[in-house]
C-alpha cells in the first residue's frame, strides 16, 4: 500500500527554519512528481512547493519564494522542505503529495498524500 509520511514539524520562533521530510514506501515514487502543501485553520489548502520527478525542475508559491527549498533523494524515496525566515503566516499543517504529473501536483490535485504535519511559528 502506497504511503507518504511527514516528519520534522514543530513550534519555532519566527525568523527560525525548520526542515520537513516525507518518506515514501509502498511502491516506487522515484518516477514521480512530488510536493508540498500546507492548510492554516479556517483556510483552504495551499501548494506550497513541487518538483519533479528527476529533481531538475522545481515550482515555488510565491509566498514562500526564496525562503523555502524543495529536494528529493530519489534513492531514499524521499522529499524534503527546507523552510527558512519562518513568519507567522507559515503556521499550517503540512502535506506531502505525489504524483505522475507535476501539474497535478501544482494543482492539488496528486494521487497520493501524507496525513501531515503541523509547523507552528510563534512571533
Known amino acids: 500500500q502506497e504511503q507518504l509520511v511527514e516528519s520534522g514539524g514543530g513550534l519555532v520562533q519566527a525568523g527560525g527554519s525548520l526542515r520537513l521530510s516525507c518518506a515514501a514506501s509502498g511502491r516506487t515514487f522515484s518516477t514521480y512528481a512530488m510536493g508540498w502543501f500546507r492548510q492554516a485553520p479556517g483556510k483552504e489548502r495551499e501548494f506550497v512547493a513541487a518538483i519533479s520527478w528527476g529533481g531538475g525542475r522545481t515550482s515555488y508559491a510565491d509566498s514562500v519564494k526564496g525562503r523555502f527549498t524543495i529536494s528529493r533523494d530519489t534513492a531514499k524515496n524521499t522529499v524534503s522542505l527546507q523552510m527558512n525566515s519562518l513568519k507567522p503566516e507559515d503556521t499550517a499543517v503540512y502535506y506531502c503529495?505525489?504524483?505522475?504529473?507535476?501539474?497535478?501536483?501544482?494543482?492539488?490535485?496528486?494521487?497520493?498524500w501524507g496525513q501531515g504535519t503541523q509547523v507552528t511559528v510563534s512571533s
Open positions: 503529495a505525489a504524483d505522475t504529473s507535476m501539474p497535478r501536483i501544482v494543482s492539488s490535485t496528486a494521487n497520493y
